[in-house]
């Protein structure tokens, strides 16, 4: 039964570290990208994953996670590279780009939407840092 609630995403909500606050900002040199997820109705409760930089980021219920990375463009999607809502990102050096992760016009399926920066600092208070597994896993 462990292996079950680990492959179905869960084994617990790690949007357990520190509430949002704006300390980091980007130097010319990097960009800096946030993916969050506000806290939802209980239906939303699944874990999620964000395929950005190479990399998979775990996204779970009122969490949220950043990246710094050199300016460029970028594949970002949830899940995977070939989730048919990827997008290709242009990120500036000095520049953060905020992605939300919504239910969109009652579609089954959430999607990465960009908001501006006044949006996401009204809603990523709301949010707390997700924190790593300690076995690793994403």
Partial sequence: MLWFTLAAGCDGNRATGPAFEDLIH?????????????????????????????????????????QTVPPGRYLI?????????????DLA??????LKWERTNGEAQPALIPVDERRAHEELPRCRLMQQDPAGRP
């Fill in 26 to 66: 980007p130097s010319p040199e990097t960009a800096l990208a946030y993916f969050y997820r506000p806290p939802g109705p209980e239906r939303d409760q699944a874990s999620d994953w964000v395929y950005a930089f190479d990399r998979i980021i775990r996204l779970d219920d009122g969490g949220y996670s950043f």
């Fill in 77 to 89: 999607a949830l899940r995977s590279q070939t989730d048919p809502k990827a997008g290709w990102y």
């Fill in 93 to 98: 050096g000095g520049r953060s780009v905020f």
